[in-house]
């Protein structure tokens, strides 16, 4: 059964850091990019980030590029997302999900997280 279980938010002060986690099962790195993505409500969804199975190349959305970190540890199935910066606008609800990766950022998404709320306070 696949899944994925994001981990790791929280409230923070702007200027703040955070690491969510992405904890996956019933599939391997080997074969699927993980990507994050953000929505707040009655927002559009955004992909911020991803990381290639294939070479471990990663794609950053401009409004993170430089603040978020993305990372795998293939030996403990998890994928993380660095935070650091944080500003209000940062504030979403962040999902991680299953899928590609390009230079356009993650595609072909499959299976989606339950997601996590990151809150940050000016």
């Known amino acids: 059964q696949v899944q994925l279980a994001e981990s790791g938010g929280g409230s923070v002060q702007a200027g703040g850091s955070l690491r969510l986690s992405c904890k996956i099962s019933g599939f391997s790195l080997a074969y699927y990019a993980i990507g994050w993505f953000r929505q707040a409500p009655g927002k559009e969804r955004e992909g911020i980030a991803c990381?290639?199975?294939?070479?471990?190349?990663?794609y950053y959305a401009d409004s993170v590029k430089g603040r978020f970190t993305i990372s795998r540890d293939t030996a403990k199935n998890t994928i993380y997302l660095q935070m650091n910066g944080l500003k209000p606008e940062d504030t979403n609800f962040y999902y991680c999900?299953?899928?590609?990766?390009?230079?356009?950022?993650?595609?072909?998404?499959?299976?989606w997280g339950q997601g996590t709320q990151v809150t940050v306070s000016s």
């Open positions: 990381i290639s199975n294939h070479d471990g190349s990663t």
């Open positions: 999900t299953r899928g590609g990766c390009t230079t356009d950022g993650p595609v072909n998404y499959d299976f």
